[in-house]
């Protein structure tokens, strides 16, 4: 095995990939990627070293999924309630998202990547709303992995806005259902997540997909986000293809 670029020798010159059974795959996976602030403090690095390091374990775990089959990924990249962080970090973290969208969109279109953007856009600064917007319309048509990024995103916010919206299109209370609800939250149209990953070592969804995770499997694990693999990812995705799900039933 020629580790450096990942092929066997004497074999053809193809990367040699960990494949995932196709057998009770989950169709939507949603992750919460904490721990990038205690990973760079561990370092003795400022907050931001851990959310650029946090970007690229995204860009891995976003072509992991892809090459997996996964059909749709939602990561929690920016809550509601991170307004009430420094300037200094909000600023940076909003930097990094407008680099990402940039910088992604390119590889992500050529691998059909449908990226979206899920939360209260109308909130982001403008330059992050262009390079989400550009994102999103760049890869519209792309019929592979949807690729949702939840930014300026909160569940109780999303409850709110999508109850709004039914007052404003006059349903009567006895017209209210989980599905009329569901149509108008920021993930319409797609399937709840059946398996949500939160690293850093909390055990809570801190205000992430509260209506759509009813039915969810959680792993909760205590590995930083800047330190989350590929080899990790995929070992939680075998654990859930062994979970038994049953949905109320008995
Ligand atoms: C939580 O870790 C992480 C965030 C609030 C930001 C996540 C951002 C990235 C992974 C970078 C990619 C972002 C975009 C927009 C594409 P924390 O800072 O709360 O960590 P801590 O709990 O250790 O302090």
């Not at 990973?39 to 995204?58: D, V």
């Not at 969109?105 to 209260?120: A, F, S």
């Not at 109850?163 to 259902?177: C, N």
């Not at 080899?231 to 979970?243: F, G």
Request: aromatic share 10%; glycine share 8%.
């Amino acid at each position: 095995m020629n580790k450096k670029f990942g092929y066997q020798k004497g074999k053809l010159r193809c990367k040699v990939t960990r494949q995932l059974s196709k057998e009770n795959l989950p169709e939507h996976i949603a992750i919460i990627m904490d721990g990038n602030g205690r990973w760079a403090k561990a370092k003795k690095r400022p907050r931001l070293f851990g959310h650029n390091a946090g970007m690229k374990t995204l860009r891995k775990i976003v072509r992991a999924s892809s090459d997996a089959g996964i059909k749709i990924l939602t990561v929690y990249a920016f809550s509601t309630e991170n307004w009430k962080r420094s300037q200094e970090e909000v600023d940076g973290l909003m930097n990094i998202a407008v680099e990402y969208f940039k910088k992604e969109v390119g590889e992500l279109h050529e691998n059909n990547v449908r990226i979206q953007v899920i939360g209260d856009v109308n909130g982001l600064n403008h330059k992050v709303q262009k390079a989400a917007q550009n994102a999103m319309d760049i890869t519209a048509n792309n019929t592979g992995l949807i690729f949702n990024v939840a930014l300026n995103y909160g569940s109780r916010d999303e409850i709110v806005h999508a109850v709004r919206a039914l007052m404003v299109q006059g349903v009567l209370p006895e017209e209210v259902t989980e599905e009329r609800l569901n149509a108008e939250l920021y993930t319409k149209g797609l399937t709840d997540p059946d398996l949500l990953i939160r690293t850093g070592g909390e055990s809570r969804l801190s205000n992430f997909m509260l209506w759509q995770s009813a039915y969810t499997e959680f792993f909760f694990i205590d590995t930083y986000w800047p330190d989350f693999d590929k080899d990790t990812y995929y070992n939680l995705i075998e654990v859930y293809q062994k979970r038994n799900r049953r949905f109320g039933t008995a």
